[in-house]
T-cell receptor
Framework: GNSVTQMEGPVTLSEEAFLTINCTYTATGYPSLFWYVQYPGEGLQLLLKATKADDKGSNKGFEATYRKETTSFHLEKGSVQVSDSAVYFCALDQSGGYQKVTFGTGTKLQVIP | DTGVSQDPRHKITKRGQNVTFRCDPISEHNRLYWYRQTLGQGPEFLTYFQNEAQLEKSRLLSDRFSAERPKGSFSTLEIQRTEQGDSAMYLC????????????FGEGSRLTVL
């Protein structure tokens, strides 16, 4: 079956540090890949997505590139802010319009001033 | 606000009682999902609807769980004879048929079974 593995947290960084959160996946076919974010006290929301190999998703300074050869979709940001403190979930949606999204376990990011 | 809304936000119940959660999706969304999330884990798929039709149920959804979406609008998730292992956050999400994987989540309904 489909699965997503992401690095365990929590990750603690100082403001303006570089962020990488690793994510790898197992799936049949050609899934679409996503990063969702959950800010404290809020529901999950889509951060960025990539629908095919070599696509780069980006939003709010975050980026992730769909790497089919390594089955990875690592999240990066060049300079984190305190407001980026949240839990980040890597996810995949099996192709074919099925839309049953499978999530990783989440990585908590804490950014300190 | 036209986002996904869930009610109640918190429910504390005794083991053996029945509970029901309601989800109101974004009005034009034709797909509705229920997920369960426990502490330190990602959301786990329970079931989903396309309009009023329930198209799939996870093996996680025992016979004590039932979900409905009458008229393809709001949805309810009922848990009968609750057990302590049912304690979790129950998340509802909705989406448009054409937008792959772009789920819009509510804030969740937290269930505590004593």
């Amino acid at each position: 079956g489909n699965s997503v593995t992401q690095m365990e947290g929590p990750v603690t960084l100082s403001e303006e540090a570089f962020l990488t959160i690793n994510c790898t996946y197992t799936a049949t076919g050609y899934p679409s890949l996503f990063w969702y974010v959950q800010y404290p006290g809020e529901g999950l929301q889509l951060l960025l997505k990539a629908t095919k190999a070599d696509d780069k998703g980006s939003n709010k300074g975050f980026e992730a590139t769909y790497r089919k050869e390594t089955t990875s979709f690592h999240l990066e940001k060049g300079s984190v802010q305190v407001s980026d403190s949240a839990v980040y979930f890597c996810a995949l949606d099996q192709s074919g319009g099925y839309q049953k999204v499978t999530f990783g376990t989440g990585t908590k990011l804490q950014v300190i001033p | 606000d036209t986002g996904v809304s869930q009610d109640p936000r918190h429910k504390i119940t005794k083991r053996g009682q029945n509970v029901t959660f309601r989800c109101d999706p974004i009005s034009e969304h034709n797909r509705l999902y229920w997920y369960r999330q426990t502490l330190g884990q990602g959301p786990e798929f329970l079931t989903y609807f396309q309009n009023e039709a329930q198209l799939e149920k996870s093996r996680l959804l025992s016979d004590r769980f039932s979900a409905e979406r009458p008229k393809g609008s709001f949805s309810t998730l009922e848990i009968q004879r609750t057990e302590q292992g049912d304690s979790a956050m129950y998340l509802c999400a909705s989406s448009l048929l054409a937008t792959t994987g772009e789920l819009f989540f509510g804030e969740g309904s937290r269930l505590t079974v004593l």
